[in-house]
């Protein structure tokens, strides 16, 4: 319930707030152009909204929310390959979560 409930609440409550800072950027995000340079993230989150639903259905859910919160690593990375952005803000909260998923494996075994 939790994954995909989250989804539709964050959408809900943002779209408002997205329209209002920027009306005409807001509107170009539907163009056709736009849609196709979003339609790939968007389904990569829906992937991992799904995967992150079973494995609320088969884990621990603290597990679960300490392995999901690392797509940020995934974010860090494909930010500066595809986007050329300054990796060095994100050196210690990727220490951080890489430590985390480590503690956590250890602690299974």
């Known amino acids: 319930f939790y994954p995909g409930f989250f989804q539709i609440i964050w959408a809900i409550l943002f779209t408002p707030i997205a329209f209002l800072a920027d009306r005409k950027g807001f509107r170009e995000l539907f163009s056709a152009r736009r849609i ?3 339609l790939p993230a968007g ?3 829906a992937v991992s909204v799904y995967a992150q639903f079973w494995g609320f259905v088969l884990a621990l859910p603290a597990y679960v929310s300490a392995v999901g919160n690392s797509q940020i690593l995934f974010s ?3 930010g500066w390959y595809l986007f050329k952005e300054k990796i060095e803000k994100h050196v210690l909260p990727t ?3 890489v430590a985390g998923i480590i503690m956590i ?3 299974q075994g």
Request: aromatic share 6%; glycine share 0%.
């Open 76 to 78: 860090s990375f494909l």
């Open 105 to 107: 494996t250890i602690a």
């Open 95 to 97: 220490i951080a979560i």
């Open 43 to 45: 389904i990569l989150d």
């Open 36 to 38: 196709k340079q979003l």
